[in-house]
C-alpha cells in the first residue's frame, strides 16, 4: 500500500531535548516536504527537498533541520525544541514530474512543555 | 505570505444541500489543488485543476478556475455526513509545485 509514514504520531517532551520525527514514503518519491499546521495560521511549509541530498527552506524553517540521505528517509530534527514548536507536523511527498499532487502523512502531533 | 485563502472559515449544511467552497489568491499559477482534510488526520487530494483549464468534474465534486479574478470554487453535489471535513484549496504560484502553499481551508459540517 503506498503511504507516508510519521513517526512519532504524539509526543510530550520539554524544552531543549533534541527529537526527531522520522518520515518514510514507499512510493520512490523525488520530492518531500515538511509542514506544520496551527490553529487560525494553516499549513506552512518548514522544508523541502527535492531529491537526495538537495534540501531548502519553506516559510518557517527557524528551529528546524532535515536530512535526505535516502530518498525514502526525510527526518524532521528539532535540536532545542521550544514551546512555540508545539504544532501537528506534516510529511509529506509527491513525484518530481507530476504535477505536484501531494501524498501526506497522518501527522504527528507535538507538545513541548 | 499566503497565497491561496478560502473562504468561508466555516459552512454548515444539511445532508443533500451543495456545499460551495471558494478560494482566492494573489499571482499568477500553473495549477490549482485542491484537498480534503478529516480532524487531526493527514490531508487528502481531490482535485487539481491546471491554468488553462476553466471547470473539472469529479464524481460529486465540481472546481471552477477564473485566473481572471484569480479565484477557484469546489462544489460539493448532494452532500453526505461524511463529507465533514476541512477543505484547503493549494497554489503553486511561487516558482513550482516544490513551494505548494496552503490557504488556511473551510470547515465543511454536514448536518445529517
Known amino acids: 500500500e503506498a503511504q507516508v509514514t510519521q513517526n512519532p504520531r504524539y509526543l510530550i517532551t520539554v524544552t531543549g531535548k533534541k527529537l526527531t520525527v522520522t518520515c518514510s514514503q514507499n512510493m520512490n518519491h523525488e520530492y518531500m516536504s515538511w509542514y506544520r499546521q496551527d490553529p487560525g495560521l494553516g499549513l506552512r511549509q518548514i522544508y523541502y527537498?527535492?531529491?537526495?541530498?538537495?534540501?531548502d527552506k519553506g516559510d518557517v524553517p527557524e528551529g528546524y533541520k532535515v536530512s535526505r540521505k535516502e530518498k525514502r528517509n526525510f527526518p524532521l530534527i528539532l535540536e532545542s525544541p521550544s514551546p512555540n514548536q508545539t504544532s501537528l507536523y506534516f510529511c509529506a511527498s509527491s513525484r518530481l514530474e507530476n504535477t505536484g499532487e501531494l501524498f501526506f502523512g497522518e501527522g504527528s502531533r507535538l507538545t513541548v512543555l | 505570505s499566503q497565497q491561496g485563502e478560502e473562504d468561508p472559515q466555516a459552512l454548515s449544511i444539511q445532508e443533500g444541500e451543495n456545499a460551495t467552497m471558494n478560494c482566492s489568491y494573489k499571482t499568477s499559477i500553473n495549477n490549482l489543488q485542491w484537498y480534503r482534510q478529516n480532524s487531526g488526520r493527514g490531508l487528502v487530494h481531490l482535485i487539481l485543476i491546471r491554468s488553462n483549464e476553466r471547470e473539472k468534474h469529479s464524481g460529486r465534486l465540481r472546481v471552477t478556475l477564473d485566473t481572471s479574478k484569480k479565484s477557484s470554487s469546489l462544489l460539493i453535489t448532494a452532500s453526505r455526513a461524511a463529507d465533514t471535513a476541512s477543505y484547503f484549496c493549494?497554489?503553486?504560484?511561487?516558482?513550482?509545485?516544490?513551494?505548494?502553499?496552503f490557504g488556511k481551508g473551510t470547515k465543511l459540517t454536514v448536518n445529517p
Open positions: 527537498s527535492m531529491n537526495v541530498e538537495v534540501t
Open positions: 493549494a497554489t503553486d504560484g511561487r516558482g513550482g509545485s516544490e513551494k505548494l502553499v
